[in-house]
């Protein structure tokens, strides 16, 4: 299995996944899928990757593995090629790593949401294995249609790394734009969501947030997001949801008033961004 120490997994994610893998690799119907899908993604095919996952997922669940499990052991298992891939198209070290740290982000709120390493976002996780997706520092960004005319934009997504600081987004934004040679960015996020004002100015949250002009939001009456908030897909007993964090209570107490977690789309531009002197 690809060498993870460049990365701060725990260490009992590391041997679940290093377990599993060799588990995987000795049994024939979950080997041919996992090299096959190498074998595609060296030579520069096209993978159907909800068909590999899709398949990965059934061989593994067979076999006492969750299918969450195969899904990081397989994107771990092209990480080599990954790196190749990155370095012949003369991208740095840093956005390689950056990049694919988010394995592990994901790969941590699988544990928290479910209880097993691995990740259920595995389809998403994909466009950092095709060069549609890159992080900068901080934030990640790919290039995207502007909701508003279709001209390309920089759409940023936030990994859930801990508290968003002005400073660090700031230098991922400049680092996007100098990549992309873009200068508008957008985001579609339930941290633009003006109920997280109440968390106070100083919020890295409302920090962040206060950076874009919000265009729209959704009317997402499935709660999709919860899952960010409280570490759990069952939301059915608002009660019982945690209450640890001030988030937690806001949250908690705009869905038991009938809310619900509704995102954001909001843009800016560099230039926008430097002449509100702040």
Same mark, same amino acid.
Request: net charge negative; charged share 30%.
């Given at each position: 299995m690809y060498d993870l120490s460049q990365w701060p997994y725990a260490d009992e994610a590391v041997e679940c996944l290093r377990d599993a893998h060799r588990f995987l690799m000795h049994r024939e119907q979950s080997r041919s899928i996992m090299d096959s899908t190498h074998e595609v993604y060296r030579s520069g095919g096209q993978i159907d990757w909800k068909s590999v996952l899709d398949d990965l997922g059934i061989a593994s669940g067979k076999l006492g593995i969750s299918p969450y499990t195969a899904h990081l052991v397989l994107l771990v298992h092209l990480l080599d090629e990954a790196e190749r891939r990155y370095r012949s198209h003369g991208l740095s070290d840093d956005i390689f790593h950056n990049s694919f740290d988010d394995l592990r982000v994901k790969c941590e709120e699988c544990f928290r949401v479910y209880g097993t390493y691995g990740t259920f976002v595995a389809l998403w996780i994909t466009r950092f294995h095709e060069m549609r997706c890159f992080a900068f520092g901080r934030l990640e960004a790919e290039v995207v249609p502007f909701r508003v005319d279709g001209s390309p934009v920089i759409n940023i997504h936030i990994p859930s790394k801990? &508290?968003?600081?002005?400073?660090?987004?700031?230098? #991922?934004?400049?680092?996007?734009? $100098?990549?992309?040679?873009?200068? =508008?960015?957008?985001?579609?996020?339930?941290?633009?969501?003006?109920?997280?004002?109440?968390?106070?100015?100083?919020?890295?949250?409302? &920090?962040?947030?206060?950076?874009?002009?919000?265009? #729209?939001?959704?009317?997402?009456? $499935?709660?999709?997001?919860?899952? =960010?908030?409280?570490?759990?897909?069952?939301?059915?007993?608002?009660?019982?949801?945690?209450a640890r964090t001030r988030l937690q209570r806001i949250w908690r107490s705009h869905l038991a008033s009938g809310g619900f977690i509704e995102r954001g789309y909001g843009t800016f531009t560099l230039l926008e961004l430097e002449g509100s002197g702040v």
């Open positions: 801990g &508290r968003l600081v002005e400073s660090e987004c700031r230098a #991922s934004y400049q680092k996007a734009a $100098d990549f992309y040679h873009l200068e =508008r960015f957008v985001t579609d996020s339930w941290l633009l969501n003006p109920v997280n004002r109440q968390l106070g100015k100083e919020s890295g949250i409302v &920090r962040f947030a206060k950076d874009y002009r919000l265009l #729209s939001m959704s009317e997402d009456h $499935d709660n999709a997001d919860a899952w =960010r908030i409280f570490d759990t897909m069952d939301i059915s007993d608002i009660s019982a949801l945690p």
